[in-house]
């Protein structure tokens, strides 16, 4: 069974600050999601990666995926309150989605 | 809009009761998904289905029934209800590589 791992659980920061959160896997990745979460809603999709080495931008967020297909890691530049929320990887597989437990991210004004 | 709707938003149900949580899209989509998320432990898969007339368990479906008798809807059953229920149960559709989520159904069991 596949265990992601995510890390900090916790991340508390000051608007215009930048920060970086982890997914690690123990199995490679068929294909990994980065989501995000905020309080009452369900997980919107930000981005897809397949590719060992991947590098994807959208605006201030850069997602990188490990050479060996079993890490990645979501930085966001200048962060503002708008990004607070959980922030969720899972890995696509069979067609069925299995989440890590997920960073909340609070940035604060 | 198009989308995943699930209702109810918030339920409150005793020990023992049963109850349907509804799930409806209207993106076409053949896939469609019931996880849980619980405070601490990510989305757990409860069932899946494939289309139409097939659903299949996923990694905690004890305690659950699904059907899918239409493309649209893809409703969740809880028959006997236990506190280890209490949880927020989202579906979700796929296209392509895309999932999308509803809103949850918070649901808590005294």
């Known amino acids: 069974t596949q265990l992601l791992e995510q890390s900090p659980q916790f991340l508390s920061i000051q608007e215009g600050e930048n920060l970086t959160v982890y997914c690690n896997s123990s199995?490679?990745?068929?294909?990994l999601q980065w989501y995000r979460q905020e309080p009452g809603e369900g997980p919107v999709l930000l981005v897809t990666?397949?590719?060992?080495?991947e590098v994807k931008k959208l605006k201030r967020l850069t997602f990188q995926f490990g050479d060996a297909r079993k890490d990645s890691s979501l930085h966001i530049t200048a962060a503002q309150t708008g990004d607070t929320g959980l922030y969720l990887c899972?890995?696509?597989?069979?067609?069925?989605?299995?989440f890590g437990a997920g960073t909340t991210v609070t940035v604060r004004a | 809009n198009a989308g995943v709707t699930q209702t109810p938003k918030f339920r409150i149900l005793k020990i023992g009761q049963s109850m349907t949580l509804q799930c409806a899209q209207d993106?076409?989509?053949?896939?469609m998904y019931w996880y849980r998320q619980d405070p601490g432990m990510g989305l757990k898969l409860i069932y899946y289905?494939?289309?139409?007339?097939?659903?299949d368990k996923g990694e905690v479906p004890n305690g659950y029934n699904v059907s899918r008798s239409t493309t649209e809807d893809f409703p969740l059953r809880l028959e006997l209800a236990a506190p280890s229920q209490t949880s927020v149960y989202f579906c979700?559709?796929?296209?392509?590589?895309?999932?999308?989520f509803g809103s949850g159904t918070r649901l808590t069991v005294v």
């Open positions: 993106m076409n989509h053949n896939y």
């Open positions: 990666v397949v590719t060992g080495g």
């Open positions: 979700a559709s796929r296209g392509g590589y895309g999932y999308t």
């Open positions: 899972a890995d696509q597989s069979d067609y069925k989605l299995s």
């Open positions: 289905s494939v289309g139409a007339g097939i659903t």
């Open positions: 199995s490679v990745f068929s294909s």
